[in-house]
């Protein structure tokens, strides 16, 4: 089943040196799969015959976005370098941003790595098909240099949706895939999210329900000494790597705010520019004392409503019923920060649709995936923290 959709500008004025196409240029196709279906391997002729269309489409150089495990991606022929233009010119994403290629099977790495090392196996091994990205010595001509954004290095990652793998091998290649959203927005974890942002601007999307984490891939490097540096935490924990690897760090950039125009290339996606933000002015509460924090939020939303502004606060279960703001996200309970993950970006687009102009996040404890969450929190917040400890 399909339909078209055309698009709406994003009336927000991009950062980035490049500008996304005109969202009206193009209708947008929408390609309906049952994830029951795609499971269990019963595909109808339908599903068939809108991954056999939409694989054409990225085998001819299109772009299509298809949902993952993580979020849905935007698709793109890796080793087509007008075809990933197309992707930076969708999403108008920095050209200094590496992209991570998607691919359906391991034979595959053969072509895009120059070596893999017995931990990056043993990583595969553990966490593959999953939320887990490898950033691996690329073979010279593999993929763009527009893919690498000129580093002699590429992400790669298998993903766990059976609709991603056989998009994949329907494309009959592997796929440049970053999140299907405009540049510096939330992630798209709906099929509609995406339409929201890039309709009329890519050839189409395969819609095949929610996305199940809710936050990007982890995406590290690892050493031949069984070291693991984590350059992007995600849907896997620095625990779960722990168990394999033989030490586990984090980048140092993961916690710096200062210096991003600045800084070199990344080496990941995620460690450079402020992402996943919506248009009012966030900010993120944090302290030991949970009834200091909750506090503090009530009153900057008392005094942000007292200036006529539009006040919106994101909030775990258990202290959510304490504020009072135009739009109020639930995040789920706080020992559950699988729940924060997959509310997370739909939640920031809630405050759009509402047009917040002030927003108050409660931070996430940092354990297990509490960690990728308070990443994508500060990043969506530009790092602008209230520390009521201090």
């Known amino acids: 089943m399909e339909h078209t959709a055309s698009g709406r500008e994003d009336s927000r004025q991009l950062e980035h040196n490049e500008q996304p196409v005109d969202p009206q240029s193009q209708p947008t196709k929408v390609w309906r799969i049952g994830i029951e279906s795609m499971e269990s ?25 298809f949902p993952t495990e993580t979020v849905y991606g935007l698709g793109a022929d890796a080793g087509s370098t007008e075809a990933v233009e197309r992707i930076f010119a969708a999403k108008g994403r920095p ?18 790595a120059l070596r893999v090392n017995d931990t990056e196996r043993a990583l595969m091994k553990a ?27 590429v992400a790669v990652r298998m993903p766990d949706h059976p609709a991603a793998l056989a998009l994949i091998r329907a494309a009959g290649c592997p796929l440049a895939a970053p999140s299907a959203n405009r540049s ?44 693991v540096t984590v350059l992007r935490p995600g849907g896997v924990t620095a625990e779960q790597l722990a168990a394999v690897a033989a030490s586990v760090r984090l ?69 959510i019923g304490r504020y009072r703001a135009d739009v109020a996200v639930p995040l789920g309970r706080q020992a559950a920060p699988e729940e924060a993950a997959r509310r997370l970006y739909a939640g ?35 790092h602008r923290v209230i520390d009521v400890d201090h």
């Open 41 to 65: 391997g019963s595909r109808t002729p339908e599903e068939e015959q809108a991954l056999l269309e939409a694989g054409r489409v990225l085998a001819g150089g299109g772009l299509v976005a």
């Open 184 to 227: 510096g927005r939330p992630s798209p974890t709906l099929a509609g999210h995406v339409l929201e942002d890039l309709a009329g601007a890519i050839d189409g999307v395969l819609d095949g329900g929610p996305a199940g984490v809710g936050v990007e891939s982890t995406v590290v490097q690892a050493g031949e000494d069984g070291a």
């Open 127 to 153: 966490f593959w098909p999953g939320p887990l990205s490898l950033v691996l010595p690329v073979k010279p001509g593999a993929v763009s240099s527009r893919v690498t954004a000129g580093l002699d290095t």
């Open 348 to 382: 920031l687009r809630r405050f759009d649709e509402a047009g917040a102009t002030f927003i108050l996040a409660e931070a996430c404890p940092e354990e297990g995936l509490g960690a990728a969450v308070m990443n994508r929190l500060l990043k969506a917040a530009g």
């Open 251 to 319: 980048d140092p950039a993961l916690t710096s705010a200062a210096g991003e125009a600045e800084s070199p290339a990344p080496r990941s996606p995620g460690m450079k520019y402020t992402h996943y933000a919506p248009k009012g002015a966030m900010c993120v509460v944090q302290g030991r004392d949970a009834d200091a924090v909750a506090a503090r939020i009530a009153a900057e939303l008392a005094a942000a409503a007292r200036r006529g502004e539009v006040t919106g606060v994101l909030s775990f279960d258990e202290h």
């Open 95 to 112: 050209s200094d941003n590496p992209l991570i290629v998607h691919i359906s099977d391991l034979s595959q790495l053969d072509d895009l």
